[in-house]
């Protein structure tokens, strides 16, 4: 089973800017999906965005036009690059890949 590891999380003000990522122990195939995921105190685990491939990405409506995630098979990683950030953002941001989660990395937003 890969193991994950996040960083990137922190504090940052509404309308900041964080770049997460995600390393995998073992190697990656780009055909398979990688995703990040977030959950906030009180809240269950929700979708953020995911990207199989290349290029072919999505993302949640509530992150879309604000997020972008991107990966390096070479270096079996994932980033989320978050801009615009909200106080809503505000959760443990988890990376997952082929039944694996990671450790989560805590993103706060507030003034």
């Known amino acids: 089973q890969v193991q994950l590891v996040e960083s990137g999380g922190g504090l940052v003000q509404p309308g900041g800017s964080l770049r997460l990522s995600c390393v995998a122990s073992?190697?990656?195939?780009?055909?398979?999906?990688m995703g990040w995921y977030r959950q906030a105190p009180g809240k269950q685990r929700e979708w953020v965005a995911s990207?199989?491939?290349?290029?072919?990405?999505k993302y949640a409506d509530a992150v879309k036009g604000r997020f972008t995630i991107s990966r390096d098979n070479s270096k079996s990683a994932v980033y989320l690059q978050m801009n615009s950030l909200k106080p809503e953002d505000t959760a443990v941001y988890y990376c997952h890949y082929v039944g694996s989660w990671g450790q989560g990395t805590q993103v706060t937003v507030s003034s």
């Open positions: 073992g190697s990656i195939f780009s055909i398979n999906v």
């Open positions: 990207i199989s491939g290349g290029t072919n990405t």
